[in-house]
């Protein structure tokens, strides 16, 4: 078999190194994703307190991502007592502070409500939200909670604070741009390979209709014999 011509080779050759790009983008594009709902799921807070009357929590506060839109701080009890309850009333007229403070004791991100607040805006039906901040860099810090007035419908009901990171959608646009990066690459590839095929069926078509044109040399041998 004729070896094909340099330009097809090199075509084959590229189209190879798409094929490989286009694989290795589908995976990663799959990785980003799988991290983003990791992400999505994790809590770097998870504490158990108590807001029916005044009192101070502390626990870990565990960074793994800032690449989010934002950071909450929500309140979890129990679906069936928000079902009861309207949030508001749940909550009134509990009172508050929290921070997050790194290993030297320095202030990371605060905030403080004071007041009545409508709770029910902040309900998102899994939970209620108390506080919004922005993400900071990663690593474990402290949290702490203060409550100043506490919420006596609260007690003696199951009440936990929990931090949860919130997405916009642009936390999306590497996957998006990773997967359509692959997908690029492998149809590109596919077309170079299919011109290669075409462009190759035509000239072993062409050899061959060449070859029935001219007469067998066994036909020549026997011409060319004396009678």
């Known amino acids: 078999m004729k070896k094909l011509p340099i330009a097809r080779t ?5 189209a190879g190194g798409l094929i490989i790009a286009g694989g290795f983008f589908l995976i ?23 807001l029916s009357q005044p009192g101070k929590f502390n626990g870990e506060f565990h960074q793994t ?3 989010c839109h934002s950071q909450t701080i929500n309140l979890h009890v129990p679906a069936n007592v928000i079902a009861k309850i309207p949030p508001s009333d749940l909550l009134a007229p509990l ?8 290993s030297d004791g320095r202030v990371i991100v605060d905030n403080e409500f004071s007041g009545r607040l409508d709770w029910t805006d902040r309900f998102d039906g899994e939970a209620i939200t ?7 860099d990663l690593g474990t810090y402290t949290f702490g909670f203060t409550v100043i007035t506490g919420a006596p419908q609260l007690a003696g009901i199951p009440q936990r604070l929990v931090s949860e990171y ?6 999306l646009l590497p996957v998006f741009f990773t ?15 299919l011109v290669i095929r075409s462009i190759t069926k035509r000239k072993q078509k062409a050899i061959r ?12 041998i026997s011409d060319e014999l004396p009678s």
């Open 10 to 14: 090199i075509a084959s050759v590229i």
């Open 28 to 50: 990663e594009a799959y990785r980003l994703r799988q991290e983003f709902d990791r992400h999505i799921q994790a809590r770097p807070l998870d504490l158990k307190v108590d």
């Open 65 to 67: 991502w800032r690449a």
């Open 95 to 102: 009172d508050f502070k929290w921070q997050i403070t790194d």
């Open 130 to 136: 108390l506080a919004y901040f922005r993400p900071f």
């Open 166 to 171: 919130q997405a916009c959608g642009l936390e």
């Open 179 to 193: 997967r359509a990066l692959g997908i690029i690459a492998l149809v590109v590839a596919s077309i170079i390979l």
């Open 209 to 220: 209709q060449q070859n029935d044109g001219q007469p067998s040399s066994a036909s020549i």
